[in-house]
Nanobody, 118 residues
């Protein structure tokens, strides 16, 4: 069984920074591709950043957000700089994981709130 847990969210003023972490635990051999999504109130979930072989970003966050991973810690990060009120949303981590039985699958975290005040 694999679980993903997000941390690092909260309230920040516009122009500030936050670093989200997503740590996978359980029967894990490797954490490969991963992505961050977000859902603002009344809107559909959207892809924010994805890292498989290369990193990709939504146009709205390019130049401000950086996705990275630490394979040794089974952790994916989202560094968010120059935050804007429009970034306010619940952020979700998803990761492609190989477990110790050889199964490869996608897993999701529960989501974490990021609120950016004016």
């Amino acid at each position: 069984q694999v679980q993903l847990v997000e941390s690092g969210g909260g309230l920040v003023q516009a122009g500030g920074s936050l670093r989200l972490s997503c740590t996978a635990s359980g029967s894990i051999l490797s954490l490969d591709g991963a992505a961050w999504y977000r859902r603002a109130p009344g809107e559909q979930r959207e892809l924010v950043a994805d890292i498989t072989s290369i990193s990709n970003y939504a146009d709205s966050v390019k130049g401000r957000f950086t996705i990275s991973r630490d394979r040794a810690k089974n952790t994916v990060y989202l560094q968010m700089n120059s935050l804007k009120p429009e970034d306010t949303a619940v952020y979700y981590c998803t990761a492609n994981v190989v477990n110790r039985l050889g199964y490869r699958g996608d897993y999701w975290g529960q989501g974490i709130q990021v609120t950016v005040s004016s």
